[in-house]
């Protein structure tokens, strides 16, 4: 009696291990893989309702060939009640095909998001921003389209076809091979010739992220080229790289239009072959002349919908390098820690040690800064001041040594806590292209206007406003772009005040005193 249920048991195990396989590859959220099998199992029974039409006319036609049709009123009765079965199988499709699937694509959004946030500063200096907002944009959307156009269906249809196989072969051991063979052919053609589809196309898609990059980076140093006179050697550098892209792309497609072409034949031999076999056993004797159009009509049927299917499944391939970047960034480890109670604000750096990649910047640092006291770092440029900032808030984690704030290791507390509890000034500000009070408001959103100003009068914000057009309502452009380096400083002085953290980590600017050495202050 045990056999049966470890059996079963067994056959759970394997579905759920594919269902895991399927969400990693795809990158998919619990919510998509779940309603991903949904949808399966919908195209599954839609697939099943298709077969309803031919079933009626080979119902119909072996009522004619033994004389006992039914009265017309009959056979409107069944076909109108199918047309009824295939319209609610399809809407429901619809509805878990699309609706569900746009839905998937905005949990993911949100989902990357998050993980953005929880990751280290570090993941960013290492990874092209050009890329990360391509993952955000064109791989979520490519994981849209192959789960609405192919991933369900594709699944749907292996179900479907396997059951159908067995069905075939078991009737009729030749026709059922006839009927199946090519496009169980068309299958593993697909998947044994996915490296050689996706060579040229992989190739072509990482070409696309580098001529993002070095757009992004034309666009952001135009003052830069300008000045020294670049723009022609920029400009031939630009248009160099999309002739190279462009050949690429049509290699890539090529390559594609090639594999896709015998593939999109395959299915179609199904009935040419179905109609030879037939034909064989027909003029045997061995079939009767109703079973030879149904294997014909099934064969057709079979192929027709495996060929409007077959271009979408050629996404599987076409698209794996999107979900292979939204899998690497969920798997890209996050800073944990919990969310504690600072009341002790003493930062102690105990033997730390830090490299950007192989360039060793922090060796065995060791040094107390007390709470109700000014401590400054002071060097030469490069000597680290401004990476032991971001040690401390953790925008950074340390390799060696320890951090501690009030005697808790900063790497056990939650970055939202630490954040709660410093506010940062470094030299490099980055601005929003809003208005100077909402800026300054960044530092605290809920914040009154009276406090916004009191913060600002702090930074001698005031003075800057007293000359600009609209006062604290001026829009002061993209990054702050209609202020001068000191200005901007001041304003991300002035919200720092405005967080009125304990901590305050001040990068100090020399725009804002020539006369003042380099340094950094807690």
Known sequence: ?????????????????????????????????????????????????????????????????????RSVTVYMGILTAIMVVMYIVLAKEYTLTYDVTYEESADLRIKIANKFRQLPMSYFSTHNLSDLSQTVMMDVNNIEMTMS?????GIGFFYFFTVITVMLIVNNFPLGLAVTVPIWATIAIMFLSRRYQTKHISK????????????????????????????????EDVLKKLRDTERLHIK???????????????????????AVVGAVQFSEGSLDVLYYVGYLMASTTISAQYAGLNEF????????????????????????????KISDFDVSLENVNFAYGDNEVIESLNFTANQGEVTALVGPSGCGKTTVLRLISRLYDYSGGSIKIGGKDIKRISTKTLFENISIVFQSVELFNTTVL???????????????????????????????????????????????????????IARAFLKNAPIILDRKSTRLNSSHPGGSRM
């Open 1 to 69: 009696h045990s056999f049966p249920t470890r059996r079963s048991s067994d056959l759970q195990l394997g579905g759920l291990k594919m269902k895991s396989k399927i969400q990693r590859y795809f990158a998919l959220t619990d919510k998509g893989i779940k309603n991903t099998f949904i949808a399966a199992r919908v195209t599954f029974l839609k697939l099943v309702s298709f077969t309803f039409p031919p079933i009626l006319v080979f119902m119909f036609l072996n009522d004619y060939l033994n004389g006992s049709l």
């Open 149 to 153: 156009h192919a991933l369900p269906q």
């Open 204 to 235: 072509y898609y990482n070409r696309l992220l580098e001529n993002a990059a070095s757009f992004q980076e034309a666009f952001e140093m135009q003052q830069e080229i300008k000045s020294y006179s670049l723009q022609g050697e920029v400009g």
């Open 252 to 274: 890539a497609e090529f390559t594609m239009a090639l594999t896709s072409s015998l593939i999109g034949i395959l299915p179609y031999l199904a009935p040419v072959l179905t």
């Open 313 to 340: 499944l050629l996404m599987y391939s076409y698209f794996k390098d999107s979900f292979k970047r939204i899998r690497d960034l969920q798997e890209e480890p996050i800073q944990e820690g919990e969310d504690v």
């Open 438 to 492: 909402e800026n300054i408001r960044a530092g605290r959103k809920e914040a009154s206007d009276e406090e916004v100003m009191a913060a600002a009068k702090l930074a001698n914000v005031d003075k800057i406003v007293e000359k600009l057009p609209n006062g604290y309502s001026t829009i002061i452009g993209e990054n702050g772009s209609k202020l001068s380096g000191g200005e901007r400083q001041r304003i991300s």
